[in-house]
């Protein structure tokens, strides 16, 4: 199923998404006609993989390298795009790491890693598509956080602490830039089969999860191209949408 022209003539920028979840939001979005900007720190091969899928589907994209931790890299990146693009309409938040361990023995290296990639990034990112976004009067952000953010985790304590922290970033800036027609919200995937999860023992996780089974990297991504399209996603703002099979409720 393609969407030629939900997003047509508009720019969006994925962090990660080179792979995982931020591959399928990449490719997601390539099918709405809208210019698909692939963001990727280490993986240029998949990155470039992603641009040639969408583009093979009728789609535009092109692959930016960016240290979303890096606040030189992030300003140039956004620069990059809107000298070649013009425009920035739609932000997704995507890039991430885990570095997990027991509080007690985290290596403080460890929590600052994954700190500065997965919530200083996004308020690096978002701050620097601002002055875009209040210019044009509109504009999409949404931040992929984690079911984790919301309900903690034993051997997680950075990556919950990062998560929870996107979940008030959120909040905060969809108050702030609400009334100039730009829209902040935050997917919360559960447990979804990626790279990052195919360790995990699946049989005592999903007694966990009513739907009883993971979720896929395309489920997460139809949410994100529903909040991003028009009229679908106008209305809603500082909103947390949970993609987790049922596991976390109330």
Not at 87 to 101: H, K, S
Not at 137 to 142: A, D, E, L, P, T
Not at 227 to 235: F, N, V
Request: hydrophobic letters at 40%; one cysteine or more.
């Amino acid at each position: 199923m393609t969407y030629p022209d939900l997003l047509s003539g508009q720019t969006a920028l994925v962090t990660g998404g080179s792979r995982g979840i931020g591959k399928a939001v990449a490719l997601a979005l390539g099918e709405t006609g809208a210019e698909v900007i692939v963001n990727y720190s280490n993986s240029p091969g998949k990155a470039e993989e992603v641009v040639q899928t969408i583009k093979a589907h009728g789609g535009s994209a092109y692959a930016l390298r960016a240290n979303i931790a890096e606040e030189r890299d992030v300003d140039e990146l956004v620069k990059a795009i809107l000298e070649r693009s013009g425009r920035l309409d739609v932000l997704v938040n995507n890039a991430g790491i885990t570095r997990d361990g027991l509080l007690m023995r985290m290596k403080t290296e460890d929590w600052q890693a994954v700190i500065n990639l997965n919530l200083t990034g996004v308020f690096l990112c978002t701050r620097a598509v601002s002055r875009t976004m209040l210019k044009q009067k509109r504009g999409r952000i949404i931040n992929i956080t984690s079911v984790v953010g919301l309900i903690g985790n034993a051997g997680q304590t950075n990556y919950a602490s990062a998560k929870a922290g996107v979940i008030g970033l959120t909040k905060s800036t969809a108050k702030e830039f609400a009334s100039r027609g730009i829209t902040v919200n935050a997917v919360a995937p559960g447990f979804i089969s990626t790279d990052m999860t195919k360790e995990l023992k699946a049989e005592e996780i999903l007694t966990a999860i009513p739907l009883g089974s993971f979720g896929t990297p395309e489920q997460v991504a139809g949410t994100v191209r529903f909040l991003a399209a028009d009229p679908a996603g106008s209305y809603i703002t500082g909103q947390v949408i949970q993609v987790d099979g049922g596991m976390v409720m109330g």
